[in-house]
């Protein structure tokens, strides 16, 4: 008897990787972003981003990394919802709502980037 495993679906969710490239490498980059900004190579280039001159502009920088991982999940809506239609994908039923336990998961990893990030820049002023 074959294994089927049920993430594989046949490989009708595979052909949503394509489409969804742009949110994934997005993503993936926004997450990698402090980390990137901070390594001994791009320190001298990218660092200055998470380097304030003002203690109240790490507000303004939090802010604008919420609004883009925002855009990256309205495009990633986007292409799941409208899939079928635009890029020929298996049918969907669109994006739905998470449960309540993926919202608090989020939000405690959000509050841990955002400790990790003003933790770093106290220390680096």
């Given at each position: 008897?074959?294994?089927?495993?049920?993430?594989?679906?046949?490989?009708?969710?595979?052909?949503?990787?394509?489409?969804?490239?742009?949110?994934?490498?997005?993503?993936?980059?926004?997450?990698?972003?402090?980390?990137?900004?901070?390594?001994?190579?791009?320190?001298?280039?990218?660092?200055?981003?998470?380097?304030?001159?003002?203690?109240?502009?790490?507000?303004?920088?939090?802010?604008?990394?919420?609004?883009?991982?925002?855009?990256?999940?309205?495009?990633?809506?986007?292409v799941l919802t409208y899939g079928e239609q635009r890029f020929s994908l298996p049918k969907r039923v669109g994006v739905v709502p998470p449960k309540w336990w993926w919202w608090a998961v989020a939000c405690a990893l959000a509050v841990?980037?955002?400790?990790?990030?003003?933790?770093?820049?106290?220390?680096?002023?």
């Amino acid at each position: 008897m074959a294994r089927t495993w049920k993430w594989f679906d046949g490989g009708r969710r595979l052909r949503y990787v394509w489409p969804l490239r742009v949110p994934i490498i997005s993503g993936a980059l926004l997450a990698a972003w402090p980390f990137i900004a901070f390594s001994d190579a791009a320190r001298p280039y990218l660092s200055g981003l998470f380097d304030p001159v003002e203690p109240e502009a790490i507000i303004l920088i939090t802010v604008l990394a919420l609004l883009n991982a925002w855009a990256i999940l309205i495009i990633a809506c986007l292409v799941l919802t409208y899939g079928e239609q635009r890029f020929s994908l298996p049918k969907r039923v669109g994006v739905v709502p998470p449960k309540w336990w993926w919202w608090a998961v989020a939000c405690a990893l959000a509050v841990l980037v955002v400790y990790r990030t003003v933790v770093r820049v106290a220390h680096t002023q």
